[in-house]
């Protein structure tokens, strides 16, 4: 009886304990950095002179690290290639890398420097976390070594990776993980043989952790919420902005929003490149974000979210939408092109109405009312289903409303970052083959619109109340991941020529964006 009581009192404690230690909101920080480049990316240096320039932008990251703290955050993250930048060749970045180690060796490079190799950036940057009592989430390269018996090594011996870390509040390495899905130009580092799913705990929840171009795809982005059930996504990212689906806080927010996760995104500030846009995002509406293209100063941002947000009713993103009847529009639908893919159009002809527009097995139904219909603006409404292959191959269903770039309907789904025309209220839906489909409200300016848009169980994305500013774009952003095409299945020299091919198709959009 004695034995059974006290058994009972230590479970009890237990739970207290437990509960006490565990917080039910956080602090998360997010900062977007305007990183030094070194003087030459595409030659090889020595590593003293790589270890000046990464010493450099850490400077600025150790402020930023500090100052977070001081405002009571309990972690913050730091962009993709923030401390040593981009353009590299594989020789020229192998000196900025250092051999990461598996997080279970159980290592504290601020306490012991020299137990892997020379670490002087793994080293600064767990002391910056125990320091501070911070969680450090940064980006920086990884290196290991291979041999001829690993079929797959590459001929200068090694592997190398765009790798992410995170240390914890007492300097200890709990996270690595490896890029899988290299962009473009990333040809200085390889991919893992398989994605890897990197969560670690905390007493502020279970936290996964990818990077950039990993948000387009399946794995691991989608497995580490359905199936490691992650309550916070933490995301460098390297971002260049195309519109008018990829704005950085745009798709961010709208991927915070689809997944039902908080989600924590650092990009690079280089407005040349077009990289601006960071954000902490909640489910249910984005907590703050910074988007800057006139400055050349980073930025710190903050807010608290809570630690494991509140489930919300699973979305059917066909239910409504398949019980619309769709009207024949006779010849009034035209074509388009936004991002390389030819979307189906309807001009919205009137101040307000009901409207489809329907492109494979895809209908995109739209109700809408807007403030004025002015003779200087024209808004379309468009459905794309289809593979995407430019700069990657995934498979999209695209309903959106957007405005054209000019009153030439040709202009429809060119980029435009101004308009003048507010929406009294707006409804959205599409008969989607996918249960990944990710909402997008965008305003004149590059602006969010928190808290005016929600979206139903029968998957209509509408306005809760007149929008704050003039529309630029409401879409639904589907993904169905199982109709992309097979990974690898292109010869080594056909993807490097197909990448060259296409940076250089990618990079007169962006410039066309810019102009």
């Not at 600025?60 to 993250?77: R, Y």
């Not at 769709?326 to 030819?342: L, R």
């Not at 999209?396 to 409303?401: G, N, R, V």
Request: aromatic share 10%; net charge negative.
């Amino acid at each position: 009886m004695i034995l059974s009581q006290l058994l009972n009192y230590v479970a009890v404690l237990f739970f207290c304990v437990s509960r006490a230690s565990s917080l039910d909101t956080f602090i998360a920080a997010v900062y977007e950095h305007a990183v030094i480049l070194p003087n030459a990316t595409l030659v090889p240096v020595s590593p003293e002179e790589a270890l000046a320039v990464m010493n450099r932008n850490l400077d600025l990251l150790e402020g930023a690290v500090t100052s977070a703290s001081k405002q009571g955050a309990h972690i913050i993250v730091t962009p993709e290639d923030g401390i040593y930048g981009f353009n590299f060749t594989r020789e020229s970045i192998y000196p900025y890398l250092e051999d990461i180690p598996d997080p279970q060796v159980n290592w504290i490079p601020c306490n012991n420097p020299d137990r892997f190799g020379r670490t002087p950036v793994q080293q600064r940057l767990s002391c910056l976390a125990k320091d501070n009592s911070i969680y450090i989430v940064a980006n920086i390269g990884d290196k290991k070594s291979c041999n001829a018996s690993d079929p797959q090594c590459p001929p200068d011996g090694r592997y190398q990776y765009n790798t992410d870390v995170v240390f914890d509040s007492k300097g200890k390495l709990v996270a690595r993980y490896h890029k899988q899905n290299l962009f473009l130009n990333e040809d200085q580092f390889n991919a893992p043989k398989e994605p890897e799913v990197v969560t670690f705990n905390t007493t502020f929840g279970k936290f996964g952790i990818f990077t950039c171009f990993d948000i387009l795809f399946h794995d691991p982005a989608v497995t580490l919420v359905r199936d490691s059930r992650v309550d916070t996504i933490l995301f460098p990212t390297a971002w260049m902005n195309v519109l008018p689906h990829l704005s950085a806080i745009e798709f961010h927010s709208a991927w915070a929003m689809g997944m039902k996760v908080n989600f924590l995104a650092s990009n690079l500030h280089y407005p040349l490149k077009k990289m601006t846009g960071s954000g902490i995002y909640a489910p249910d509406s984005p907590r703050v974000f910074h988007y800057d293209m006139k400055t050349e100063e980073g930025k710190l941002l903050l807010a608290q979210l809570d630690s494991h947000p509140h489930p919300t009713p699973v979305v059917n993103w066909t239910s409504y939408a398949s019980g619309v009847e769709a009207h024949s529009m006779g010849n009034q639908e035209f074509t388009g092109t936004i991002f390389f893919d030819e979307f189906t159009f309807l001009e919205l002809k009137e101040i307000g109405g009901n409207y489809t527009v329907c492109q494979r097995d895809l209908c995109c139904h739209l109700s809408y009312k807007m403030s004025e219909k002015r003779s200087d603006e024209v808004y379309a409404l468009g459905a794309f289903d289809g593979l995407h292959t430019v700069e990657g191959s995934y498979y999209l269903q695209i309903c959106t409303l957007l405005k054209c770039k000019t009153t030439d309907l040709h202009t429809c789904g060119d980029s435009v970052e101004t308009a003048s025309t507010r929406f009294e209220m707006f409804s959205l839906s599409g008969t989607f083959g996918t249960q990944y489909v990710f909402p997008e409200v965008l305003l004149s300016e590059i602006q969010l619109a928190p808290g005016e848009f929600q979206v139903s169980s029968d998957g209509r994305l509408f306005s809760l109340k007149p929008t704050s500013g003039p529309v630029l774009t409401v879409t639904l952003f589907g993904r169905l991941y199982e109709k992309d095409s097979a990974p690898n299945a292109l010869s080594d020299l056909t993807t490097q020529a197909l990448r060259r091919s296409i940076a250089i198709s990618c990079s007169k959009v962006l410039k066309n964006n810019a102009s």
